[in-house]
């Protein structure tokens, strides 16, 4: 959790820049240009340069001005005030803000701005205020609508700030910021789907927003679309090569998807960026480890340990790495401690359950892996020991919801989180991402014909949304490939009187979403050999290409060592495409 606060408090910083920009563009319901003097335009290209020390003497200097009308001196204030903050004098910047209001309480981006500065000082109650008395004066104003739902997101009203989010997405449909802001929100609520598609959008939008590849390779990493989080993170490192826990990210991902020498390479060049973390050491243990280098390992996972003795992952990672060297009794005792200090982490329990089936007490290594993906669904190491013991994912603590199914589709709780499950697909399991108030209620299960027999829509209900007098109710639809038994997405169907237009073709579908985007998804084709004929046919393979389905989940595919490696992309590929 604690990863987490981090990266959406850096997401804040992000907010108030593009509060920053909105003001500078002028968007942001300004007083009356009254003819700035030389000195305060001069000042504003300092600012805009990045030279906040420089603007603040020029600002100075238009202020000595006696002839200002309120409203302009008001306004230098403002921008001295942004300046001030900028090199770190914060009280100098509260005064400039104050003495600005009292000249001209009208002014919204005031308000706009020093909530700004609240917020980055942890003060996120006085910084709502601000935000709401400056959409007060300024309904349209989409940058207090985004930083107002930064705050939100620091109060954990992740709720709220997608609301907020959404305005100012309308507002700005083009912007990346509160694209991106939203997708976050949804993270944090559990809808990974949802995340993926603003992600994507704000990505569309600004090409180069690096923080919008890392933040959609967590999401797809949360889905288990591992390929395509690791394509991202290597764009993400593109654009800021010394950014440890990108490494760190990816060297995960390689772990998981069975190479453990790139995984090694990544974790190695994180902990050269951040030596003082010992948790990437024990990551590092472990690759080392699957790979079959139990000495290395065991430095790693010992120096983990030494540097923290509350690790609970690095000891049960080291016994783990007892197990490949076949002292799995002996390992038992770090999985005691590990238990011990964290009883309900899911990395933990993946490994205890690795032990367990070493010494032969199957059942229980089953009931351990089925918490591990209860409490982390999209943790790979444990779905594929699953699937190796031959254990459905049935029963993770899931309580059936009676009414709610159809055509031999239920839908189950785990948790605040729903589920679709059906017993003809038992390693399918549908996350039933919910946007609105009701019940996540399925409303139909349609297969698609030959060629795509593999590819099925089911339609559930999202929840009612607040809109005008009344409220809006939405539908969407899980693509799924129940050959791999994995989600290809979740679209967004219907909202109030808006439907979604679907085209298909023999090997894809674009869908013209509600919320005016268009998505386009492609899949394996599987067609049966022709009859004997003079005429040969070219038919699609599910052996040819164990990655030709690119939303196809690692889970479910061969290891890594089995299939062919892709030609690795180059930087202008990964940068442009």
Do not use: C
Request: proline fraction near 5%; avoid cysteine; aromatic fraction near 8%.
């Amino acid at each position: 959790m604690g990863r987490g606060r981090l990266e959406r408090a850096s997401y804040a910083a992000a907010a108030l820049a593009f509060g920053a920009a909105m003001f500078a563009s002028g968007v942001s319901h300004a007083a009356p240009n009254t003819g700035s003097p030389e000195t305060a335009r001069k000042g504003g290209a300092a600012l805009v340069r990045g030279d906040a020390a420089q603007a603040v003497s020029h600002y100075t200097t238009a202020l000595d001005d006696t002839s200002l009308a309120n409203d302009r001196r008001a306004m230098i204030l403002n921008d001295r005030a942004v300046a001030l903050a900028r090199i770190g004098k914060t009280k100098e910047a509260f005064d400039d803000f104050n003495a600005a209001v009292q000249l001209f309480p009208e002014y919204a981006a005031l308000y706009n701005n020093r909530g700004n500065l609240l917020l980055a000082l942890g003060l996120v109650k006085e910084a709502v205020a601000d935000f709401d008395r400056a959409l007060l004066l300024a309904p349209g104003y989409a940058a207090a609508y985004n930083n107002r739902a930064g705050a939100r997101i620091r109060t954990g009203d992740s709720a709220g700030a997608i609301d907020d989010y959404t305005h100012a997405i309308r507002l700005l449909p083009a912007s990346a910021a509160p694209l991106s802001g939203r997708g976050l929100a949804h993270l944090e609520l559990g809808r990974p789907h949802a995340a993926i598609r603003d992600f994507s959008r704000a990505l569309n939008s600004d090409s180069s927003f690096a923080a919008g590849y890392r933040n959609r390779a967590e999401a797809k990493l949360a889905v288990g679309h591992y390929e395509e989080a690791i394509e991202d993170l290597s764009r993400a490192i593109a654009f800021d090569i010394k950014n440890g826990n990108l490494y760190r990210l990816r060297g995960r991902a390689y772990l998981v998807t069975g190479d453990p020498d790139a995984a090694i390479k990544d974790l190695s060049r994180a902990i050269e960026l951040a030596p003082d973390m010992p948790e990437i050491y024990a990551e590092r243990g472990l690759a080392h480890g699957r790979n079959g280098n139990s000495e290395e390992a065991l430095v790693d996972l010992g120096h983990a340990i030494e540097s923290d003795p509350r690790s609970a992952v690095a000891f049960a990672y080291r016994g783990y790495v007892l197990k490949e060297q076949e002292q799995a009794d002996v390992g038992m005792k770090d999985i005691a401690r590990a238990v011990k200090l964290a009883p309900d982490s899911p990395e933990v329990l993946w490994a205890k359950a690795e032990l367990e089936e070493a010494l032969g007490q199957r059942d229980q290594a089953i009931a351990d892996l089925k918490r591990a993906l209860f409490l982390k669904p999209g943790l790979k190491l444990a779905a594929d020991a699953l699937e190796r013991l031959d254990g459905d994912s049935g029963d993770l603590d899931e309580k059936l919801v009676p009414g709610l199914g159809i055509d031999g589709w239920e839908v189950v709780s785990r948790g605040n989180r729903f589920f679709a499950v059906n017993r003809d697909y038992r390693r399918l399991s549908v996350p039933l991402e919910m946007v609105g108030d009701g019940a996540p209620k399925l409303i139909s299960w349609e297969q698609r014909p030959a060629p795509l027999k593999h590819i099925g829509v089911l339609m559930f209900s999202g929840g009612t949304l607040k809109a005008g007098k009344g409220g809006e109710d939405t539908e969407f639809a899980a693509i799924l490939n129940t050959k791999t038994n994995t989600v290809v997405a979740i679209e967004p169907h219907r909202q109030g009187s808006k439907v979604s237009t679907w085209n298909w073709d023999d090997d894809k579908v674009t869908i013209a979403s509600v919320d005016g985007v268009t998505d386009e998804f492609k899949f394996e084709v599987y067609r049966r050999p022709a009859v004997a004929s003079s005429r040969r046919r070219r038919y699609g393979s599910p052996n040819a290409d164990p990655w030709a389905d690119p939303w196809a989940s690692p889970g479910q595919r061969s290891r890594r060592a089995q299939r062919p490696r892709r030609k690795p992309k180059t930087l202008f590929e990964l940068l442009f495409n």
